[in-house]
C-alpha cells in the first residue's frame, strides 16, 4: 500500500479515482481540519504510476467566501486528455447544488468552478448523496440527485467546460406522484452514454437504466 493522504494534522474521507490519459492515478478525497471542520476537496496525482503521489491541491469553493463542501457527500473525479473536473455537492449557508473544480492541466491545479446544477436547493442537512460524470468533447455530463422542487429526483446536466458553464439541467424521467429518486450513476463509451439509479414509486423499488 501507498499512502496517498498527506494530511497532516487534518482527517480525510470519501477516497475516489480515476487516470489521465497515460494510465497514471489521479485520486480526489475530502479533507477537514482536526476539528471536522472547513470542508473541502483536494486531488492529489501520482507521475509514476502510483508509486507516489503529489502534494494535494484543493479543487472546491468556488460558490462564495464562505463556501464549503456537503461533508456527507461523495464526490466523483473524471479526466479527459488534459482535462480534470471534480465534481461535488457544494454548501454555500445550505444552499447545497453540485459544483465541479475545473483543471485543464492534467490536474496540477484547479484554479476555477462552476455549477452543473440550478436547482438551488436549499436543506438544513446533508441529504448523504453525491454526482457522478462523464467528459466527452468539450461536454462534462453530471447526474445527480435535487431536492429542489420538493421531491427527491435525479437530473442530467450538460456542462461546457469552455466557458466554464451550465447548458441544461434536465430530469431523468418527469416527476410523478410517490415518485422518489437516488443514487444515479453514468457511464459512457465513445459518445455514447448509460445512466442507472434507484427510483421508488408507490412503495416499490426499482434500478431503471436510460
Known sequence: PV???VIADSMSRFPTITTDATGNPIVAYMKFNN???ESRWVVTKSMNYGTSF???VKASGYSGVNAQVCDCCPGAIVSSGNKTVMLYRDNLSNIRDIWTGLSTNNSTSFPTGF????NNWMIMACPSSG???VIIGDTVYST???GGIGSTLCYL???SISNGAVNTVSNLTGSMPGLSQNFP???SSGNATAIVWVQTLNGTTLLPIL
Open 3 to 5: 499512502e496517498i493522504a
Open 144 to 146: 445527480f440527485m435535487s
Open 115 to 118: 455549477a452543473v446544477d440550478n
Open 54 to 56: 503529489m502534494t494535494d
Open 35 to 37: 476539528a471536522f471542520l
Open 185 to 187: 450513476r453514468i457511464a
Open 157 to 159: 446536466s450538460k456542462s
Open 131 to 133: 454526482p457522478d460524470g
